[in-house]
């Protein structure tokens, strides 16, 4: 989608009066964006190496999430640190994840 310009007043004039956002975009062919003619663009899925969760706890503790979480993240940012510069614009693939 694009973003038409001149409206953001009118969107934040919404957002202010009803704590709803309404962003005003155009599709494909220019008309209004209703998720039915999106813009074309390119889609990049990557698959990882599946992280072992072990078996199944019926309370975990809060460390054992957290500690399933961090290997999670790491493997997400493995595959970012693999694939960034062949799938995003330079600019993108440089900033990494934060």
């Known amino acids: 989608f694009k973003r038409v310009d001149g409206f953001e007043e009118a969107s934040d004039w919404l957002y202010k009066r009803t704590g709803f956002g309404l962003p005003f975009v155009t599709a494909r062919f220019g008309l209004p964006m209703f998720g039915l003619l999106p813009m074309p663009t390119d889609i990049h899925v990557r698959w990882g190496a599946p992280i072992e969760v072990g078996m199944p706890v019926q309370e975990p503790t809060d460390d054992e999430v957290e500690r399933l ?7 997400l940012r493995k595959i970012f640190d693999e694939h960034a510069h062949t799938c995003l614009p330079p600019e993108v693939a440089a900033r990494g994840l934060r």
């Open 69 to 75: 979480f961090c290997q999670y993240l790491d493997a």
